[in-house]
C-alpha cells in the first residue's frame, strides 16, 4: 500500500486543501480523505462513506509525476501510522 499526502496550494473555499489516498498496487484509492480549508472533510473506502466522500474515478498514481512538477500542488509519501491516524480521527470526529 502506498500513502500520499497532497496539499493544493490555491484551492478555492470551495475546493479540497488536503487530499491523502491509499492506493493500492494498481495506483487506484482504497481510502481517500478530503479536508477543506473550514476543517469540513470527507472520508471515502469501499464500505464507508462520510460526508458525501467518494473514491477518485481513476488510479490516483496516474498523472503524479506531472502534478509533482505544477507549483500548485505539494506531493508527498507519508507513513501508514500518519494515514490511519487522520483517517481514525475524522471517523471519531463523525460519531
Do not use: H
Not at 478555492?12 to 491509499?22: D, K, N, R
Not at 495506483?27 to 458525501?52: H, K
Request: proline share 5%; hydrophobic share 35%.
Amino acid at each position: 500500500m502506498r500513502y500520499l499526502k497532497v496539499l493544493w496550494i490555491e484551492a478555492a473555499p470551495t475546493e479540497p486543501s488536503f487530499f491523502y489516498w491509499a492506493c493500492g498496487p494498481d495506483g487506484w484509492a482504497q481510502r481517500s480523505i478530503e479536508i477543506y480549508c473550514d476543517g469540513s472533510f470527507r472520508l471515502a473506502s469501499r464500505e464507508t462513506r462520510r460526508n458525501d466522500g467518494e473514491l477518485p474515478q481513476a488510479p490516483v498514481t496516474e498523472g503524479l509525476e506531472q502534478a509533482r512538477e505544477s507549483k500548485e500542488f505539494r506531493i508527498q509519501d507519508i507513513e501508514a501510522d500518519e494515514f490511519e491516524r487522520i483517517w481514525q480521527k475524522l471517523m471519531d470526529r463523525e460519531q
